[in-house]
């Protein structure tokens, strides 16, 4: 599934051609991802300006001059394309702006794409109990103490808890887990102030590393200009079962938590 890091390189990818863009078109191949498009969506978007573009957790923003935000989410596998040389039966939803073609592209349909009353954007279910995002100036180690205080549960799933941290996901809570040396089956109220700090730290080091080199390339997932992540040529313990680490020479090892896969170093994570 797309990560923070890929939905963040996507939206950095759109807003090149779609910012202060009139959206002259708007064509659905089907009526439907995971769950309908919004009725009104042509409607709603064609001749809206796009006013600019963000992102909240896994989730893309596209927010236009009529009070009204296209919230998209990639699912397991989709991507928008920019400019396609030839049209794809999984290109579901596509938009014409300032001369350039925007495909979103999901074989499988695990999507969506809603939209929503800009200002109301904090309220909406889907966002309402997000916690921060895990970028610095807003991820601090005091709310990790805060919200970690009587949690007994094992530091890696709580982490995947969208209500502590916002778009965190499993590869980059093992790498983080990693560097900060913390076992991921440590309960998180017995981690102390110093690892606390530390584990804040590589979570924000890991995610912005990540976006600067475009996210990681896992199946089908690219960019919009259709060029691959690179962050997977850095991974240190995810998918790496059985190799040795880098750091200790002992064996990676994987384990199951929450129906996932959690990929760590029994020697260096305590």
């Not at 051609?17 to 498009?37: C, S, T, Y």
């Not at 702006?97 to 499988?108: F, Q, S």
């Not at 921060?132 to 007994?152: D, I, V």
């Not at 996210?215 to 079962?241: C, H, K, M």
Request: include cysteine; charged fraction near 20%.
């Amino acid at each position: 599934m797309p990560e923070l890091p890929e939905v963040e390189t996507t939206v950095r990818g759109l807003a090149q051609r779609l910012q202060g863009r009139r959206i002259a078109r708007v064509q659905q191949n089907r009526p439907d991802l995971r769950r309908p498009f919004p009725p009104d969506l042509a409607q709603a978007m064609t001749g809206a300006v796009v006013t600019s573009l963000g992102r909240r957790a896994k989730y893309g923003l596209i927010h236009t001059d009529r009070g009204r935000t296209m919230v998209f989410h990639l699912g397991m596998s989709g991507r928008w394309r920019i400019d396609p040389d030839t049209p794809s039966p999984h290109d579901h939803l596509v938009l014409e702006a300032g001369g350039h073609i925007l495909a979103l592209n999901d074989a499988r349909r695990f999507g969506s794409v809603d939209l929503v009353d800009t200002g109301a954007l904090d309220a909406w279910p889907a966002f309402a109990a997000l916690g921060p995002e895990p970028m610095e100036g807003t991820l601090t180690a005091a709310h990790l103490a805060r919200t970690l205080a009587t949690r007994k549960g094992p530091i890696k799933a709580l982490l995947l808890d969208q209500s502590l941290i916002a778009g965190l996901g499993n590869i980059y809570v093992c790498e983080a887990l990693f560097r900060a040396g913390i076992a991921p089956t440590r309960p998180g109220a017995s981690l102390s102030g110093a690892a606390l700090k530390r584990l804040t730290h590589c979570i924000i080091a890991v995610i912005a590393e990540a976006i600067e080199a475009g996210g990681s390339t896992i199946r089908d997932y690219a960019q919009p200009n259709g060029e691959l992540g690179y962050f997977a040529a850095r991974w240190q313990v995810y998918g790496r079962e059985e190799l040795p680490c880098g750091a200790c020479g002992g064996p990676i090892a994987r384990l199951i938590q929450g129906g996932r896969s959690t990929f760590w170093c029994p020697n260096c994570q305590k």
